[in-house]
């Protein structure tokens, strides 16, 4: 069992930022990707970012591609989101996941909870 807990959510104005913060606990796996997903109001859950064991690697949704940065703390099972200039479409419930591979497919990841981001204009 691998347990994920996101925080750091919150309401913040169009141009803002955040930091959301996930730490996993329970069973751990060295080598997994780490990442967040997005999911609106009546949408699909979507991928946002994620990044290699190594932090060698990272991997963006085009949307958020010069906005957000995606880094881990392996020392403490950790991975981070900031969120710079942020926008109303960014609204969402933000769910943290840990996985083999970088896609994080819902069928092999395991997820959060989720903390919501809401942006306002």
């Known amino acids: 069992q691998v347990q994920l807990v996101e925080s750091g959510g919150g309401l913040v104005q169009a141009g803002g930022s955040l930091r959301l913060s996930c730490t996993s606990s329970g069973r751990t796996f060295s080598n997994y990707v780490m990442g967040w997903f997005s999911q609106a109001p009546g949408k699909e859950r979507e991928f946002v970012a994620s990044?290699?064991?190594?932090?060698?690697?990272?991997y963006y949704a085009d949307s958020v591609k010069g906005r957000f940065t995606i880094s881990r703390d392996n020392t403490k099972n950790s991975v981070f989101l900031q969120m710079n200039s942020l926008k109303p479409e960014d609204t969402a419930v933000y769910y943290c996941?840990?996985?083999?591979?970088?896609?994080?497919?819902?069928?092999?990841?395991?997820w959060g909870q989720g903390t919501q981001v809401t942006v306002s204009s």
């Open positions: 996941a840990t996985g083999p591979g970088m896609l994080l497919t819902i069928r092999h990841s395991y």
């Open positions: 990044i290699s064991w190594s932090a060698d690697d990272t």
